[in-house]
């Protein structure tokens, strides 16, 4: 069996993943996203759980933030063969009009169950409108896209997994659960 630990952050504690509570608009689409490297989940923790405070606090909802967690997942590749799979090696022109696409869509306008690719970076929405707005050229030409990427700085983050059906998340085994 061929297996890769993969990583999630999470301002949530769960057992399950429930695809509907996955948030829109990010790279590959709405889905349940992990990390190849431990590292970059933590901070991806540290960065969500400053969204989520913040977002609580624009609220004045009396919520209080409950902690970060880190999922270690055991991902199944040999089963995922049986799914439809897209992967980008590389972040090129293909990986950037996908996730383009992704980002200015709600929920999944693709056929795929996992994706795995670079991750952009933090700045992603705000490129995406500049390039979206002609800011780097003709829109949807090779130039306007090679600028893009080179934006998105990519080749600085490590590979994602993304899992966007139930058939895609039951290719993961829950090994542990922690507060972080």
Known sequence: MHTITLYHDSSYDFDAVDLHQC?????????????VDISHAKSMADRNEQM?????????SGYKFIGKWLYRYQFDA???????????TEAGREWG???????????????????????????T??????YMSGGVGEVGSDAAIDELVR???PYKLP??????????????????????
């Open 23 to 35: 948030r829109p608009y990010k790279d590959f689409g709405q889905g349940f996203y992990t990390s």
């Open 52 to 60: 989520q405070k913040s977002k609580l606090r624009r609220l004045n």
């Open 78 to 88: 040999d089963k995922a063969a049986e799914l439809s799979v897209k992967e980008f």
């Open 97 to 123: 009009r996908f996730i383009t696409l992704n980002r200015r869509s709600k929920g999944v306008p693709h056929k795929y169950d996992i994706v795995i690719g670079p991750t952009a970076n933090d700045f």
């Open 125 to 130: 929405n705000p490129t995406i409108q500049f």
């Open 151 to 153: 934006l998105l700085l």
């Open 159 to 180: 590979l994602q997994y993304f899992f966007a059906t139930k058939q895609a998340i039951e290719c993961l085994t829950l090994i542990r659960k922690e507060r972080c």
